[in-house]
C-alpha cells in the first residue's frame, strides 16, 4: 500500500535523526515556561512536536511547510473541479510531500476500499433520543467501531513495538473511509426524515460526502473539498488534537483517541465556534434588518455583544495574529462564486468592521477572524442550515489531521504523555523566591 511504502521509506532515516537529537542535545532548553502560563491554559509553552503543520502566528498555517494558497494549487483536483482531492492531502501528511495524481488517487481508493460502514454504526445511532446532538453521535459511532481496531488485536497478540505504526495507518484509513457515510447518515437521519442516500462509488471522497448530503448544487463537492482541507490540522496544541494525542499516547488506538478529540471539538471555544458565528449573524440580521449592511450599525451591534459580556464568535485566535488564512480561503470562493447571498454579504462586511472593534477594546490579543467566522454562511448558501450539524463536518476534516500525526507519533514511539503538576502554594513560593 502506497502509504505504508512511503512512510517504511522515511522510518529509519527519521528514527535516527530523532534518537541522536535527543541523545546528543536532551539538554538544550526549548524555552521557559512562567507563572502565567501554568495558569493560563499553557499558552505558547513549547511543549509537542509535529511535522505535519505549523502555524506561524503572522502568516498562519502550513501544511508540510506549504501555505494554504500553495496546497490549493499544487494538490491534484478531480477533473473539472478547483479543490483538491482530500486523498492527495492526507498523502502530503503523512509522506510529507505532493502526490502526483495517481498518488491521490491511490489514497482515495484506499478508502473506497475500506469505506463500509457495518450495520451496528446505524443501529446505535438510531437508538440514541431523537433529540441528541449531532456530535453526539458522531463521537459515539466513531468509538465504537472500536471493536474494528487492528491495532488493539494486534497489541494483544504481542505485536513489537516499531510496528505499531502499521496497525494504527490502516485503522486511521479504515475510519476515515467511513466518516462521511456516518456523517451523512446522521444528518439525513436527523434532518431529512431519514431519506438515507447511499455512496456514490464514481464519486472521490469528498464529493460523495456532498452527494450523500443531498445537496444538488456539483458546486458544493469543491466546497466540501476545500472545507476539509482547510479544518484538517493546526499543529498539535488546539483542544481536539491536543486531546487525541494525550490519549493516543497510552497505547489507545485511533477510534478510542479521535472520538475524545471529538468530545474536545464540540466545546464552543473550539470547534462548536462556527455554529455560534452563523447565529450571531442571523441574530444581527434579524435585530436589525436592512441596517445590517450599515457599518456603523454593525459596530454598535458588535459593542452591545461585548458589553454583554460575550464574545464574537469567529474573531480571535490563541496563536494567530492576523486574518487565517483558511479564513480568506473561504472568503475567496464566496466570493467568486456567490457575491450577492444575503449572509455570506454580511460576514464579508462583519470583517471590514469587528476587527476595530476588537481593537478598540483592547482585550483579545487577536482582533482578526478565524476558520470560523465564514464557514457556517457557506453552508447556509447551500441550505444546510442545521447548525447543530457544522461541528460534525469540522470533525470529519479534523480527524484527517489528527490521524496522521498519530501515525507519525507511534512510528517514533513517541511515549505516554505527562506533565508535572504544582499547587498554587509551590508557585506562590517559586513567585517569592524569584523577587
Ligand atoms: N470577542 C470578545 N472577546 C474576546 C474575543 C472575541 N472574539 N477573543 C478574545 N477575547 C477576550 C478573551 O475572552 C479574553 O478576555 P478575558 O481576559 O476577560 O478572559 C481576552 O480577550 C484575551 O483573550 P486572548 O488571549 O486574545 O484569547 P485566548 O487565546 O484566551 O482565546 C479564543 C482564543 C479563540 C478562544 C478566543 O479568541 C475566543 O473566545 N474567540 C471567540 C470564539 C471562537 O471564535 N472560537 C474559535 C477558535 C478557532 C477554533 O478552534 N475553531
Redesign the pocket.
Known amino acids: 500500500m502506497i502509504l505504508k511504502d512511503k512512510i517504511q521509506e522515511q522510518l529509519p532515516s527519521w528514527r535516527e535523526r530523532v534518537r541522536k537529537l535527543v541523545k546528543e542535545k536532551g539538554d538544550v532548553k526549548v524555552g521557559e515556561v512562567t507563572i502565567a502560563q501554568v495558569y ?2 499553557m ?1 505558547d509553552v513549547k511543549g509537542l512536536v509535529t511535522d505535519i503543520s505549523y502555524v506561524d502566528p503572522v502568516e498562519g498555517i502550513r501544511f508540510r511547510g506549504y501555505t494554504i494558497p500553495e496546497v490549493l494549487e499544487k494538490l491534484p483536483k478531480p477533473k473539472g473541479a478547483e479543490m483538491p482531492y482530500a486523498g492527495g492531502l492526507y498523502y502530503l501528511f503523512l509522506v510529507g510531500s505532493i502526490p502526483t495524481i495517481e498518488q491521490a488517487m491511490e489514497v482515495e481508493s484506499e478508502w473506497k476500499k475500506r469505506g463500509y460502514v457495518p450495520q451496528y454504526v446505524f443501529e446505535a445511532i438510531r437508538s440514541l433520543p431523537s433529540d441528541t446532538h449531532p456530535m453526539t453521535l458522531f463521537t459515539v459511532a466513531v468509538l465504537i467501531l472500536q471493536r474494528e481496531s487492528l491495532f488493539s488485536k494486534q497489541y494483544h497478540d504481542g505485536l513489537k513495538k516499531d510496528s505499531y505504526w502499521e496497525p494504527m495507518l490502516e485503522d486511521s484509513l479504515n475510519l476515515i473511509a467511513k466518516l462521511p457515510e456516518i456523517a451523512a447518515y446522521i444528518y439525513r437521519l436527523k434532518y431529512k426524515n431519514g431519506d438515507i442516500i447511499s455512496p456514490d462509488p464514481n464519486l472521490d471522497w469528498a464529493g460523495n460526502f456532498a452527494h450523500m448530503m443531498g445537496v444538488k448544487d456539483p458546486l458544493y463537492e469543491d466546497l466540501s473539498r476545500l472545507y476539509f482541507l482547510l ?1 484538517s490540522d ?1 499543529e498539535t496544541g ?3 488534537a491536543h486531546t487525541t494525542h494525550l490519549v493516543a499516547s497510552s497505547l489507545s488506538d485511533i477510534y478510542y483517541a479521535a472520538s475524545a478529540g471529538l468530545s474536545g ?1 464540540a466545546g ?7 455554529q ?2 452563523l447565529s450571531w449573524l442571523l441574530e444581527v440580521r434579524d435585530k436589525c434588518g436592512e441596517c445590517s449592511y450599515d457599518k456603523a450599525a454593525l459596530s454598535q451591534f458588535a459593542w452591545d ?2 458589553n454583554n459580556g ?10 494567530l495574529r492576523k486574518t ?1 488564512p483558511r479564513f480568506t480561503a473561504q472568503l475567496e470562493f464566496g466570493k467568486k462564486y456567490f457575491p450577492e447571498d444575503e449572509i455570506f454579504k454580511l460576514a464579508a462586511l462583519v470583517y471590514d468592521v ?1 476587527p476595530d472593534v ?1 481593537r478598540e ?1 483592547g ?5 482578526w ?5 465564514i464557514s457556517g454562511s457557506l453552508q447556509y448558501h447551500f441550505g444546510i442550515r442545521e447548525f447543530d450539524f457544522y461541528t460534525v463536518m ?1 470533525g470529519i476534516s479534523r480527524i484527517l489531521g489528527v490521524s496522521a500525526n498519530a501515525v507519525w507519533a507511534r512510528a517514533l514511539n513517541q511515549p505516554i504523555e505527562r506533565p508535572k503538576s504544582l499547587t498554587t502554594t509551590m508557585l506562590e513560593d517559586i513567585a517569592a523566591k524569584a523577587v
Open positions: 493560563g491554559g499558552r479544518h493546526h488546539n483542544v481536539s471539538l464552543p471555544l473550539h470547534g462548536l465556534a462556527n455560534e458565528c455583544t461585548l460575550q464574545v464574537i464568535p469567529g474573531y480571535g485566535h490563541a496563536v487565517d469587528v476588537l477594546q482585550k483579545a490579543k487577536d482582533p477572524p478565524n476558520v470560523d467566522a469540522f
